[in-house]
């Protein structure tokens, strides 16, 4: 998908919203755990309900992989549904990869071609030669994390290098990346004080913007400091919508919370 194509969703949709499926067992409604697929079937009715709320839909691969081949393979059915039924809906592999060159040439082909998702999460700490084998991937996107959202964030990236701050020389370095337009960073929600001074960095970028829900993230702030001409974010919400419920109307329950936040959006759009 282009970035023009994902602008385009956002003000049709009135919608910067990007739904987390971070599917863990203990936590779907236990009739789900007799069907075939319990991941798949959960992901599919959280889908059917939001998808005409949100523009982005995010599986963390984590709560794939803890589930060994299955899991891969809900992840499979997961990416595939989403492409078959909703290609104009931007999907985000969210794995964190980064290794060596011709390692994450195969981490790339893995998410980009095999699983055919639009974007995947990549760590910056391997620098330069680790990320740009994913930015070669034409009309893919590479995100790279920034500013994350969790306490730790405070360990590096907020520490001095050369007299600037770790997330501000990732900004920076990876704007003189080949192919450095198919970057998007993270940047956390419970961080919406640091978004102005990101923005000084990178203008124009998309930003996935987990943290919003269970996190405490406030959407407001974040859009305030944050938003761009292109509105340039995707506010990530995952357990605030997708487990808003662990009853048979746990989707109804999804698409409520999902529409309470397309809503705030909506609002902040027309203003
Ligand atoms: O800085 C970061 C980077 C990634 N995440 C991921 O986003 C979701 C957030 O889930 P919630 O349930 O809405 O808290 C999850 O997959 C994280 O691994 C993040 O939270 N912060």
Known sequence: ?????????????????????????????????????????FNKAIIDATHHLCIAYKPNTAFYEAYGINGWKSLEKTINYLNETHPEIFTIADAKRGD????????????FED????????????????V??????ENKHTIMLALTSNEGAFDFQTKKVD???????????????????NLMYVVGATKAEY?????????????LVPGVGAQGGNLQDVCKYGMNKNVGLLINSSR????????????QAAA??????????????DK
């Open 1 to 41: 998908m282009t970035t023009l194509q994902l602008i385009s969703e956002i003000k049709k949709k009135k919608s910067f919203l990007c739904i987390g499926l971070d599917v863990d067992k203990n936590k779907i409604p236990q009739h789900l755990l007799n069907e075939e697929d319990p991941i798949f079937s």
């Open 100 to 111: 060596i060159g011709n390692t994450s040439s195969m981490y790339a082909k893995a998410f």
């Open 115 to 130: 699983l055919a998702f639009d974007s995947v999460t990549v760590a910056p700490y391997m620098g330069k030669d680790s």
């Open 132 to 137: 740009e084998p994913f930015l070669a991937f």
């Open 163 to 181: 007299g600037k701050e770790l997330y501000k020389q990732v900004l920076e370095t990876s704007k003189t990346w080949k192919n450095s337009e």
């Open 195 to 207: 978004f102005a001074d990101i923005r000084k960095f990178v203008p124009d970028s998309f930003l």
């Open 240 to 251: 605030g919508i997708i487990y808003a419920s662990n009853q048979e109307d746990f989707a």
């Open 256 to 269: 409520r919370e999902a529409k309470e936040l397309q809503q705030e959006m909506e609002f902040i759009l």
